[in-house]
């Protein structure tokens, strides 16, 4: 029974070697399927996706931009190639690459992901999501962080990422933060960043 929305399917010559066996099932190589996903998302959706993928190891680098290539004359293979480009296995959540694409796309990208803050003793008391290390008029890093809608609403997580960030204050860094919210705003986190790297 339909809902009345449109169903489209597509089919696609499957090669020999794109074959994979899991649990006796024949698949598709999951590297392949998460190329062929991508060509039918926007960059910012590709890019989530290309994320995941690397950070969880179904692919590398090298496996991404060599499938893409091989996409070439495929509708939507132009921003699937933006995406490939800057996809990072150290992004750990959808919003970080959201907040990292409006950055990119703002020529303000991030000089490091998960950049590790430590103390006076050498010691790592936080990893920031985004940082930028060479700014104008200070020596202090700025730090993004990207704040999901559900774990970071909770009370205990809550009261953790205030304490967090006043110990990366306290410790020469400076701290904006971007919400799921903000993440649907690219010119909104790019004026902030814009903001937060011109000031002293």
């Known amino acids: 029974m339909s809902d009345g929305r449109e169903i489209i399917v597509r089919q696609l010559p499957v090669l020999a070697n794109e074959i994979a066996v899991v649990d006796g099932m024949r698949v598709r190589e999951p590297s392949q399927t998460i190329v062929d ?19 969880v190891e ?4 090298t496996q991404l931009l060599d499938l893409v290539a091989k996409a070439r004359r495929r509708p939507g293979v132009v921003h699937v190639r933006k995406a490939a480009q800057h996809a990072d296995g150290r992004a750990q959540s959808p919003l970080e ?9 703002g020529n303000i990208a991030p000089d490091e992901l998960q950049y590790p803050v ?3 003793v050498g010691i790592v008391i936080a990893y920031g999501d985004l940082a930028w290390l060479k700014r104008k008029r200070t020596n202090k890093p700025l730090i993004a962080e990207a704040d999901g809608k559900d774990p970071h609403a ?6 953790y990422d205030r304490r967090r960030q006043n110990d990366v204050v306290v410790h020469e ?3 904006v933060r971007f919400t799921w919210a903000d993440g649907l705003r690219p010119a909104y986190i790019q ?10």
């Open 58 to 61: 179904l692919m590398d680098k």
């Open 154 to 159: 909770r009370p205990i997580p809550l009261l």
């Open 97 to 105: 690459s959201r907040c990292r694409l409006a950055c990119i796309d």
């Open 37 to 55: 996903a991508a060509l039918m998302l926007d960059t910012v959706h590709a890019l989530c996706l290309f994320d995941w993928a690397l950070h």
């Open 118 to 120: 430590e103390n006076n």
């Open 173 to 175: 860094c400076d701290v």
């Open 191 to 200: 004026s902030v960043v814009r903001a937060a790297l011109a000031a002293a």
